[in-house]
C-alpha cells in the first residue's frame, strides 16, 4: 500500500509562499525544516522553545488536536499570540486529513 501524497502550504516570515510535499506522522516543523525554509526550530522538537510559532490557517484550527498544557504554556509567552490561531509546529502530526494544511510562520520564528 502506498502513501498518500500530502501537501502543506507555508507562508515565510517575508509572505513568500511554499508549497510542500509533507508526510503523515512528521511534524510540520520537521517538514519546514528539511525543505530548508527559515524556521529556527533551536529546541528540536521537544516543545522547549516555541522558535517554531506558527499561525494556523483558520480553516484548519478545527481538525488539529488542541495544544496541550505544555504547548499552552510556552505559546501564552511568544511573540505576537493568537489565541486562536497560534500553534507550536512541532506539536502538530501531519495526517492524511490534514493535507493541504496552511501555516504562516510568525515572528521569533527566523533563525537568528
Ligand atoms: S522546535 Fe522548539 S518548541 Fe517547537
Known amino acids: 500500500m502506498s502513501e498518500k501524497d500530502l501537501q502543506i502550504k ?24 528539511d525543505h530548508d525554509l527559515p524556521i529556527r526550530a533551536e529546541c528540536g522538537g521537544s516543545g522547549a522553545c516555541a522558535t517554531c510559532h506558527v499561525y494556523v490557517d ?32 512541532c506539536q502538530i502530526l501531519m495526517r492524511d486529513d490534514l493535507d493541504g494544511l496552511v501555516v504562516t510562520l510568525a515572528p521569533g520564528s527566523e533563525p537568528s
Not at 510542500?20 to 519546514?32: N, T, Y
Not at 483558520?58 to 505544555?70: N, T
Not at 493568537?82 to 500553534?87: C, L, P, V
Open 58 to 89: 483558520a480553516q484548519f484550527v478545527s481538525k488539529l488536536v488542541p495544544p496541550d498544557e505544555d504547548e499552552q504554556y510556552m505559546l501564552d509567552s511568544v511573540e505576537g499570540f493568537d489565541a486562536t490561531r497560534s500553534r507550536l509546529s
Open 10 to 33: 507555508v507562508i515565510d516570515q517575508v509572505g513568500g509562499t511554499h508549497e510542500l510535499p509533507a508526510l503523515s506522522g512528521w511534524r510540520v516543523m520537521e517538514i519546514i525544516r
